[in-house]
C-alpha cells in the first residue's frame, strides 16, 4: 500500500471499481441519487442494485462520511441518517457531507444483518473486491472511494436481531495520537450514555477498520438493538450525529436541544470481556444490562431442551465490569455471545 501526499492509505486495486454514482461529489448544493451497483440476475439480466446516497455540498469545510444499515437490521442509525437528510440543506453545511442511509442495500430491505444476495456481513467485508460479490464490491467502494474523499467519518451500528446494547458509541484505539485525540473528542461530543475505546483491534474488516486505514478519524455506535427501536435509542441516535457535526463546524448552527450529560468513558481491553455460551439449548440471564459484575461471578445457566432433567452448564464472567451488551434470543449454541463488559477508561 502507498501513501499520498496528505498521508492517506491507497489500496492497490486490480481494477476500478464497477460501482458508478449518479451525483457529483463536487458539486453545490444538495444532490438525492443512488449509487448503481450491477447486479445480473435470472429477473433482470442488465439490472443493478440502487444503493441510495445523498450529497450536500456548501464550500470550505471538512468533508464527513456518514454510514447507516450497514447491518440491515440495526434500524437506529438508518432512521437518523433519514430525518436528517431530510432536514438539512446546503446553506446550513460548511463544506461537504455524504450519507449512505443503507450501506448494504440488500440487507437493508431484508431487515437482516447480512446481504440475502450472498450471505456476507459488509462489516466482516472490507477492505473489500472491485470483482467480488455485491457486498464485497459495496466495502471496495466505500474503503477505495468515499473514504479517501473524507476527513471524518461516523459508522451507526445497532445491536441487531441477536443482541441489546446499553446506547453506547465507539472507537478502537490507533497508533496516531492525533487522530485518538480526534476521535476521543467525537465520542464526547456524540453524548451517548457510554463511550468506549474497544480492544485492540484484531479484526481488521470492519468499517472502523477501514477508516483507520485511510487515516480517517472515525467512531462508530451501538445504540439499541433487538430488531427494533425505542424513545431513547432513537434520540441518542438523532442528537448525536448532531452534535458531531456541529462539533465538526460541518453545520455549526445544527439545533442539538439542551446539554447532555457526559458520556461514561470506558474500554474493552481483551477477551475476556466477553462470555459466550457453553452449551447448545435455552439460557437463562444471571446478569442484566447496566450490572456490575465481578471476575468467577456466574452470568448464565444454559438448560438442555433434549435432557430437560441434565443440571444446566453454567459459565461465569471472567473480568469484573459493566454489563454493556447482552444477547436477545432464548435459545443458544456453543459459541454464541451472552455478554460483554466494559470497565472505566483510566488515561
Not at 147 to 159: P, V
Not at 308 to 315: A, C, F
Not at 317 to 323: C, D, I, K, L, P
Request: net charge negative; glycine share 8%.
Amino acid at each position: 500500500m502507498n501513501s499520498d501526499s496528505q498521508g492517506k492509505i491507497s489500496i492497490p486495486m486490480t481494477r476500478p471499481t464497477r460501482i458508478t454514482t449518479e451525483v457529483d461529489f463536487d458539486k453545490h448544493g444538495k444532490q438525492l441519487g443512488f449509487l448503481r451497483l450491477p447486479h445480473s440476475v435470472h429477473r433482470s439480466a442488465y439490472g443493478w442494485l440502487a444503493i441510495p446516497i445523498i450529497v450536500i455540498n456548501n464550500g470550505e469545510g471538512p468533508t464527513v462520511l456518514l454510514t447507516a444499515g450497514n447491518h440491515g437490521d440495526e434500524y437506529e442509525g438508518q432512521l437518523a441518517l433519514m430525518k436528517l437528510c431530510q432536514d438539512l440543506e446546503a446553506d446550513a453545511v460548511h463544506g461537504r457531507i455524504i450519507m449512505l442511509t443503507a450501506a448494504n442495500f440488500p440487507a437493508a430491505i431484508a431487515g437482516s444483518r447480512t446481504s440475502p444476495i450472498d450471505d456476507l456481513n459488509l462489516n466482516r467485508s472490507f477492505p473489500g473486491d472491485p470483482e467480488g460479490r455485491p457486498t464485497s464490491a459495496i466495502a471496495h467502494y466505500i474503503e477505495s472511494e468515499l473514504l479517501t474523499l473524507a476527513d471524518y467519518a461516523i459508522d451507526l451500528h445497532s445491536g441487531g436481531s441477536s443482541l441489546m446494547y446499553l446506547p453506547s458509541a465507539l472507537t478502537a484505539r490507533v497508533t496516531d495520537n492525533e487522530i485518538n485525540g480526534k476521535t476521543l473528542e467525537m465520542l464526547k461530543a456524540f453524548a451517548a450514555p457510554i463511550g468506549y475505546w474497544a480492544r485492540p483491534a484484531q479484526e481488521d474488516r470492519t468499517m472502523i477498520a477501514a477508516a483507520n486505514r485511510m487515516k480517517v478519524p472515525v467512531i462508530g455506535t451501538e445504540l439499541g438493538g433487538s430488531g427494533t427501536t425505542s424513545v431513547h435509542s432513537l434520540d441518542v441516535a438523532e442528537r448525536g450525529v448532531r452534535r458531531v457535526l456541529k462539533h465538526l463546524d460541518s453545520v455549526p448552527e445544527m439545533e442539538i436541544g439542551d446539554p447532555l450529560p457526559p458520556s461514561r468513558i470506558m474500554e474493552i481491553r481483551e477477551a475476556s470481556y466477553y462470555v459466550y455460551s457453553p452449551d447448545y439449548g435455552i439460557w437463562e440471564p444471571l446478569a442484566d444490562l447496566g450490572d456490575d459484575v465481578q471476575a468467577g461471578q456466574p452470568a448464565a445457566a444454559v438448560y438442555s431442551q433434549e435432557t430437560p432433567w441434565r443440571q444446566p452448564v453454567t459459565t461465569c464472567f471472567e473480568h469484573s465490569g459493566t454489563v454493556v451488551c447482552r444477547r436477545v434470543p432464548g435459545t443458544v449454541h456453543r459459541g454464541d455471545c451472552l455478554f460483554h463488559l466494559a470497565t472505566d477508561w483510566e488515561e
